[in-house]
């Protein structure tokens, strides 16, 4: 059974950082692109950032750029999202995703295999 497990979710004030994994099980994902993205409450999915399979190639939401980086570990099957600089605005479930392709992809539907996805808040 595939499974994606994100972890490090929390409350933290604005400003603050937390660093989010999500470790994956019943196959690698070496071969895989990786993404992480985020919904927040009435909102749709939105995509946050994402890293091709050797971590060579990297892309962010403008929203993000310069203070949350993404970062693989394909010998522990896990991916990272570092967020640092956090605001009220990230708020959100924060979920990890495999993509079909090696690629560092921005758009939901390359993505098959989920995770469950960890919240995130952000105290003003």
């Known amino acids: 059974q595939v499974q994606l497990v994100e972890s490090g979710g929390g409350l933290v004030q604005a400003g603050g950082s937390l660093r989010l994994s999500c470790a994956a099980s019943?196959?690698?994902?070496?071969?895989?692109?990786m993404g992480w993205f985020r919904q927040a409450p009435g909102k749709e999915r939105e995509f946050v950032a994402t890293?091709?399979?050797?971590?060579?190639?990297?892309h962010y939401a403008d929203s993000v750029k310069g203070r949350f980086t993404i970062s693989r570990d394909n010998a522990k099957n896990t991916v990272y999202l570092q967020m640092n600089s956090l605001k009220p605005e990230d708020t959100a479930v924060y979920y990890c995703a495999a993509g079909k392709t090696g690629w560092a992809n921005k758009n939901v539907i390359q993505y098959d295999y989920w995770g469950q996805g960890t919240q995130v808040t952000v105290s003003s």
């Open positions: 019943g196959r690698t994902f070496s071969s895989n692109g």
């Open positions: 890293i091709s399979w050797n971590g060579g190639i990297t």
